[in-house]
């Protein structure tokens, strides 16, 4: 039977073989062309040209030069800023975002809060910028409010004890307000789908609560709560609104030293642009690489 | 139980401290520019400011021509995939996450680099063709979320009956897009939209390193150059991200009922 219908299958589909192939291929791809074809341009290609320009010099030839000059002191510090700044800021974000997200989903709170928190968590994970710099200096700036409270009602003047917004902790608690909202977004999908019968399962074993938590819940989470970390990491990484409005160019975090350098090379050596533009993409390229890795290994969990 | 409940309610007090605290000094900040009294003269200032409707103006126009590139781009790609092309999807959906992984600054940097008035594609050479390269770099940083949003959408229909039934109606392949997928989807379309626009209407980046007079910039300007208008223009900020995210909320509360009606 099935010899038969493939047989006559074949027969039907040999009979006008070039004419269907010709039309096919074209419309075949139509749908997808506009997508490929601007993502190639004004996505891959561009990436692609600051990436072989960082290993060629003036002349177009090839080159490590560039490279080796991202170890010059200011751009070294320009890298570690950034990264401190975003490690810091995922990582508070991340285990912030993790209480939150378990205290609204399984803390017994009402409902209300629930939602309201998940609505908030939608707006204040998109809420960045130039305007969440504003809000952070009407806060914690010199004059902001909660300095001046801190100072009046508790005699805390946090700006003689060394705080400063324009420094790596200012800038740290800034970034944490999209931070935790994102890490809530993202999480508590997950904690939805620990189901309440691993615990019932867990508990007729003869399983204590800590048992329950280390040996079921945590596991589980553990991989989309550190790829999450890594998402936010990246999404720090390359903020540059949020800093340049709020510290000016004070604080040396690498998008605002290329950002000076494509505005007027500070760094008198285009090339070298090119080289911390590549720098950067290695560090969040990577970033997501163990983004999906971690990713792939926490669905295996929760289908 | 009981801890559990309690701790629940001090780290959620904790949260919505850290994340009110913030809303509570700006606006206060944002009413504090009359010597001695509350008022919203700060608001009156930005809001009757030239440079904020022009700038204003131009972002969200900005932002409607991204959503439009974005549709046209996104909607025929992810329908073509579902209905034909499905060994595609993980190359595509890998190309969709290539923005997050790759920083706003560094594709600007690329684009003025390759598009620059010499080259053999210039749009940097004139005003309308860096107004052009901008709306490119909004629908760029907006593509995760907008083909997010429009797989999730055709995920709920049955994308392959919807194109036979029409196809026997006689119905061509700009008909079944514009006529039958897209209005199906047209929900979680919105949604897309919605949350470009929160993204591109204050972006500052991309604007700022292609010198276009956009919300962004303005917005960096002013913060560099004033005192009590950037509070204003925050609460401003924070009240149009609210307002994308709640048209999505009640957006998506339409949307199951829309995409399985049998007719």
């Known amino acids: 039977m099935t010899d038969i219908s493939l047989s006559q299958r074949a027969v039907a589909d040999s009979v006008p073989p070039a004419t269907a192939r010709a039309m096919r ?7 997808v062309a506009p997508f490929f074809i601007f993502t190639i341009m004004f996505l891959i290609l561009p990436t692609l040209y600051l990436m072989l320009g960082a290993f060629q010099n003036d002349a177009g030839e090839f080159t490590l030069e560039n490279i080796a000059a991202l170890s010059q002191p200011s751009i070294v510090a320009a890298y570690w800023i950034s990264i401190k700044v975003s490690l810091a800021s995922s990582l508070i974000g991340a285990f912030a975002g993790l209480a939150i997200a378990i205290a609204i989903v399984r803390g017994g709170l009402p409902n209300w809060i629930r939602s309201a928190t998940l609505t908030f968590s939608g707006v204040a994970s998109n809420f960045a910028g130039v305007p969440l710099a504003f809000a952070f200096l009407a806060t914690l700036g010199r004059l902001g409010l909660a300095t001046v409270l801190l100072d009046k009602i508790l005699g ?11 420094s790596f902790w200012g800038l740290t608690i800034t970034y944490a307000y999209f931070q935790i909202p994102l890490m809530v977004v993202i999480i508590v999908p997950a904690i939805d789908g620990i189901k309440k019968e691993w615990g019932e399962a867990a508990a007729t074993l003869g399983a204590t609560q800590a048992q329950y938590w280390r040996m079921v819940v945590i596991p589980v989470i553990w991989p989309s709560f550190l790829g999450t970390v890594i998402l936010l990491f990246a999404n720090a990484f390359g903020a540059i609104a949020t800093a340049y409005a709020l510290t000016g160019s004070s604080l040396n975090i690498v998008p ?7 505005r007027g090379d500070v760094l008198h050596n285009a090339h070298l642009g090119y080289a911390i533009a ?13 983004f999906i890795w971690f990713r792939t290994r926490s669905e295996r969990w929760l289908k | 139980m009981k801890t559990g409940r309690f701790w629940a309610w001090v780290v959620f007090g904790l949260g919505a401290a850290y994340f009110f605290i913030p809303l509570i000094a700006t606006v206060e900040f944002s009413m504090r520019m009359r ?19 022009q700038t204003f103006g131009y972002s969200v126009l900005a932002a409607i021509f991204t959503i439009i590139l974005g549709v046209l781009i996104v909607v025929p790609a992810a329908y073509w995939i579902r209905l034909r092309l499905p060994q595609l999807r993980p190359i595509v959906e890998f190309i969709t996450l290539l923005p997050l992984v790759i920083p706003a600054i560094v594709i600007v940097f690329g684009y003025i680099r390759m598009y620059g008035s010499n080259s053999p594609l210039p749009f940097l050479a004139t005003d309308r063709g860096t107004d052009l390269l901008l709306v490119i770099g909004y629908a760029t940083l907006a593509l995760p979320y907008m083909y997010r949003a429009v797989d999730t959408g ?12 029409a196809q026997i109606l006689g119905a061509g392949w700009t008909t079944i897009i514009t006529r039958v997928i897209l209005p199906n989807v047209l929900i979680a379309v919105l949604s897309g939209a919605f949350l470009t626009f929160a993204i591109v209407i204050g972006e500052f980046t ?11 910039p303005y917005l960096q300007n002013i913060g560099a150059n004033r005192a009590y208008e950037p509070a204003a223009l925050a609460i401003i900020a924070f009240v149009i991200t609210w307002g994308c995210m709640s048209l999505i909320q009640i957006l998506s509360r339409f949307a199951p009922r829309s995409a399985n009606r049998p007719n």
């Open chain 1, 278 to 290: 590549f720098g950067m993409i290695v560090i969040t390229g990577l970033a997501n690489v163990f």
């Open chain 1, 25 to 31: 291929l074209p419309t075949h791809w139509l749908g």
């Open chain 1, 256 to 262: 605002i030293l290329l950002y000076a350098q494509i």
């Open chain 2, 154 to 165: 055709l995920r709920t229909i049955d994308v392959r009956t919807l194109t036979e039934a």
């Open chain 2, 35 to 53: 010597r001695g009294a509350y008022s919203f003269d700060a608001y009156q200032v930005v809001l009757g400011d030239v440079r904020f409707q």
């Open chain 2, 206 to 216: 991309m604007a700022s390193l292609l010198n276009r007079p956009a919300f962004g």
């Open chain 1, 156 to 166: 805390i003047n946090i700006y003689s004890s060394g705080f400063n917004i324009l």
